[in-house]
């Protein structure tokens, strides 16, 4: 079975501050990977998905952007945060060459803008 | 549009009792369906996974049916636990890489 590593677990960062995120994935290649965001009391917003290296497809207009330099690495970014952007995110992975459609979570990141 | 529906919201009940979580979704034209567990400020963690040609997956204590043409899926927890406490979240796929939530069922069992 696969596994997601993220880091920072926790961060907090004044508004106006760059941001990343990053996430690793083992035991699988070649795997779709999502940034999801989780915010307080709230249901999972899916921010960003990549079918492979180099590319990103965005879900919703924000002041974040991801990247895949690598086939399982992807990062979460912000150049100037703002306080809304505060939330638990979520990294996530597909089984890639071996997917059965079941999706894998990482442990989570979560971000406290001040 | 797919909506996904969890009932209860929350849940409470003594240790050792088998119990039953709802899930419902409106468009039965469902690729598969995953069940997840999260705990208190933690990732998720997938629970069962039922493709949608089949009706039922089991895992442990762990089982999970599938009725497309109601639109339903249950999460059976046998012989509850209090490490079974935590939210439970059903979600399913579309077309666009996007899953489709429903908000979850927090589930305590009581000691």
């Known amino acids: 079975s696969q596994t997601i590593h993220q880091w920072p677990a926790t961060l907090v960062q004044p508004v106006g501050s760059p941001l990343s995120l990053e996430c690793t994935v083992e035991?699988?290649?070649?795997?779709?990977l999502y940034w999801y965001r989780q915010a307080a009391g709230r249901g999972l917003q899916l921010l960003f998905y990549?079918?492979?290296?180099?590319?990103i497809s965005s879900e919703v207009p924000q002041n974040l952007s991801a990247s895949r330099p690598q086939d399982r690495q992807f990062i979460l970014s912000s150049k100037k945060l703002l306080l809304s952007d505060s939330g638990f995110y979520l990294c996530?992975?597909?089984?890639?060459?071996?997917?059965?459609?079941?999706?894998?979570f990482g442990e989570g990141s979560r971000l406290t803008v001040l | 549009k797919q909506e996904v529906t969890q009932i209860p919201a929350a849940l409470s009940v003594p240790e050792g009792e088998n119990l039953v979580l709802n899930c419902s979704f409106t468009?039965?034209?469902?690729?598969?369906l995953q069940w997840f567990r999260q705990d208190p400020g933690k990732g998720l963690t997938s629970l069962l996974l039922?493709?949608?040609s089949q009706r039922e997956q089991t895992s442990g204590r762990l089982n999970a049916s599938l009725d497309k043409s109601s639109g339903r899926s249950t999460l059976y927890i046998a012989a509850s636990q209090p490490g079974d406490s935590a939210t439970y979240l059903c979600?399913?796929?579309?077309?666009?890489?996007?899953?489709?939530w429903g908000a979850g069922t927090k589930l305590i069992i009581k000691p």
């Open positions: 996530a992975s597909d089984g890639g060459e071996a997917n059965t459609g079941e999706l894998f």
């Open positions: 035991g699988t290649s070649n795997p779709n």
């Open positions: 990549s079918v492979g290296i180099g590319q």
């Open positions: 468009d039965s034209a469902i690729y598969n």
């Open positions: 039922i493709q949608s």
């Open positions: 979600a399913v796929p579309t077309l666009s890489y996007q899953l489709i």
